[in-house]
Antibody, heavy 118, light 112 residues
Framework: EVQLQESGPGLVKPSQSLSLTCSVTGYSITSNYWGWIRKFPGNKMEWMGY???????SYNPSLKSRISITRDTSKNQFFLQLNSVTTEDTATYYC????????????WGQGVMVTVSS | DVVMTQTPVSLSVAIGQPASISCKSS???????????LNWLLQRPGQSPKRLIY???KLDSGIPDRFSGSGSETDFTLKISRVEADDLGVYYCLQGTHFPHTFGAGTKLELK
């Protein structure tokens, strides 16, 4: 079964970078697409972007200048980096498998809550 | 960005009764392939989101047929024929036709 698990610091200072790891088991990240979604306090959800089986990426334009999604195929992990964070980046971050056939997410990680605060 | 307007914001339903959630998009969700990329997810309390329905009406594996999805172009509906206790949580629609993909604001289903 496909399983995803996010990890990373739960607290980041304003203006610093947020870095998260998604570890995938049960499926190779060299197949399919892999994405990040975040849920803000109050339920709003935002699609952040994804990385494909070939390493190409697609990002939400609202984040384009600050976001980077990369991967390490040897560890079957992919990563999120979000630069110059503010308190508005406080959210629960989820990694998920993106299905291009349906253009949605069929397997999700448990999520990691990240607070941006000094 | 495509705006997904989801109603109602909250819904209180007794067990065994039906429930319906609407999702309207600001643009047609028919893609160039002819497919309509409208999906529904449920986030139960304390859990991550789970896919219920994709491509408007296709149930994900293991999803009971009490759930159904319908609609076209800009107007979509999720129906639960008989609500069960396990159905409580926040329901979201998600459009995948246009980039960036966008979510509805969520509908919280509570048990009456």
């Amino acid at each position: 079964e496909v399983q995803l698990q996010e990890s990373g610091p739960g607290l980041v200072k304003p203006s610093q970078s947020l870095s998260l790891t998604c570890s995938v088991t049960g499926y190779s990240i060299t197949s399919n697409y892999w994405g990040w979604i975040r849920k803000f306090p109050g339920n709003k959800m935002e699609w952040m972007g994804y990385i494909s089986y070939s390493g190409s990426t697609s990002y939400n334009p609202s984040l384009k200048s600050r976001i980077s999604i990369t991967r390490d195929t040897s560890k079957n992990q992919f990563f999120l980096q979000l630069n110059s964070v503010t308190t508005e980046d406080t959210a629960t971050y989820y990694c998920a498998r993106y299905t291009p056939g349906a253009r949605d997410f069929d397997y999700w990680g448990q999520g990691v809550m990240v607070t941006v605060s000094s | 960005d495509v705006v997904m307007t989801q109603t109602p914001v909250s819904l209180s339903v007794a067990i065994g009764q039906p429930a319906s959630i609407s999702c309207k998009s600001s643009q047609s969700l028919v893609g160039t392939s002819g497919k309509t990329y409208l999906n529904w997810l449920l986030q139960r309390p304390g859990q991550s989101p789970k896919r219920l329905i994709y491509l408007v009406s296709k149930l994900d594996s293991g999803i009971p047929d009490r759930f159904s999805g319908s609609g076209s172009e800009t107007d979509f509906t999720l129906k639960i024929s008989r609500v069960e206790a396990d159905d409580l949580g926040v329901y979201y629609c998600l459009q995948g036709t246009h980039f960036p993909h966008t979510f509805g604001a969520g509908t919280k289903l509570e048990l009456k």
